[in-house]
């Protein structure tokens, strides 16, 4: 951690140096920042697991970067780089270097139409309430690209295309590396009050290339699963404005997922290949921003989504829950920031498993006050707790962490 100090030191020295030049047109942005944490349960373990195990650590992030945003005539080019330093204090084990890069061109052609290509890699560690204490590096490599025609004054159409390929550092985790496309069109109609619905019709498909040991036996697995699948979605779209105050988002729809259940000849023998039962139901997200006053923000969310599951014993899980964030802006240079959240996952599991399905509550919440003393630097410090409680034990765990950290744009 001292070392990271130092370098975050100089790093903030060497650029406060440099006269201010981000204002609004710029073409170029360098920014770096750097927080220190507290967490009282690092790895989210439950009281009962590890005794003994020191469960708390401070760390460090440390990150730098450029924003590019470039408008030669009615074009758009935006570029992201930055690349981030995590240390910790005790656990330094799993000190981790991250980079995160994307690049966009928003096209237009035309007083018709208009779209979107681009590419990125994003390297980051795993969160420890998924994966536990593995030290475990996703690389996420993504190529999109989206088309809008507007053939209408109240009416258009738009698709397109995201590609994804994950790929995981730690062994244990190999039947997570997946390779996803996303495609999807969408006819959408604008009301005259601005009011927007549309009809999407989104189809996915995920590859992963690696088996899933769901009975390992003295390295050897007696039982795996395919994770593969197709997914077609329908949803209803909407953003209504109804009132100068008060905004609606939502999305909602059907949502069928089919397993591909292929064993693929990855083993030296034939172990028994366990069928993911399919699942099709309702899905959708509804969101309110309601601008109280000039000064206050609140949004609400309520949603119900499929999701991936990590866990042995099911192929999917699906989730419902809520949020609830607020922001004040206390004076001219101050705001503030309350949030909590509440998050349901039900596990579906195998038909005939002998072994209970897991099914479990997440409950957090926060606080933080942001200070911007000057146009190119802003102070952030915060507190948040939380805690989840499951129907097996060994998952339950609670925590709270403090944060403080500091950002400067040029």
Not at 278 to 285: P, V
């Amino acid at each position: 951690m001292k070392s990271a100090l130092r370098f975050a030191g100089v790093t903030l020295g060497a650029l406060l140096a440099l006269p201010a030049h981000a204002r609004e047109g710029d073409t170029f942005s360098p920014f770096v920042s750097y927080g220190w944490f507290y967490d009282s349960n690092l790895f989210r373990l439950a009281d009962s697991e590890q005794p003994g195990f020191p469960r708390d650590d401070r760390y460090s992030i440390l990150s730098a970067g450029l924003n590019m945003d470039w408008k030669p005539g009615r074009q758009q080019i935006i570029a992201n780089a930055t690349k981030t330093w995590v240390r910790y204090d005790r656990n330094t084990m799993f000190d981790s270097e991250g980079r995160d890069y994307l690049g966009t061109w928003n096209w237009r052609l035309g007083n018709h139409l208009s779209g979107n290509v681009g590419a990125g890699q994003n390297l980051s560690q795993s969160g420890f309430d998924n994966v536990g204490r593995v030290n475990n590096m996703v690389t996420r490599d993504r190529r999109f690209g989206r088309a809008k025609w507007q053939f209408h004054p109240r009416w258009g159409i738009e698709g397109g295309v995201d590609e994804a390929d994950y790929s995981n550092s730690a062994p244990s985790l190999s039947s997570q590396d997946a390779n996803q496309q996303a495609r999807d069109a969408i006819l959408r109609y604008t009301t005259p009050k601005g009011s927007k619905l549309g009809f999407q019709v989104r189809r996915t498909d995920a590859e992963f290339p690696n088996l899933q040991c769901l009975s390992p036996f003295f390295g050897i697995c007696l039982e795996v699963a395919d994770n593969s699948f197709k997914q077609t979605e329908y949803n209803l779209l909407g953003d209504w404005a109804l009132s100068g105050k008060l905004k609606l988002h939502g999305q909602a729809g059907w949502v069928d997922r089919q397993y591909e259940n292929t064993m693929r000849n990855t083993y030296p023998y034939t172990p028994a290949l366990k069928q993911r039962p399919d699942f099709s139901g309702f899905a959708g997200r509804l969101s309110a921003d309601w601008y109280a006053t000039a000064k206050t923000l609140l949004n609400v969310t309520m949603y119900q989504e499929l999701g991936g599951a990590a866990d042995i014993n099911a192929s999917s899980v699906l989730k419902r829950g809520a949020g609830i964030n607020g922001v004040w802006l206390m004076r001219e240079k101050w705001r503030m920031n309350v949030g909590a959240t509440y998050l349901n996952r039900d596990f579906k599991g195998d038909p005939g498993t002998t072994q209970t399905q897991r099914n479990d509550d997440t409950v957090a919440a926060s606080l933080s006050v942001s200070y911007m003393p000057i146009q190119m630097m802003s102070l952030d410090v915060g507190v948040s707790a939380g805690r989840r409680d499951s129907n097996m034990p060994a998952d339950d765990y609670k925590f709270h962490s403090v944060f403080a950290n500091i950002r400067a744009d040029f």
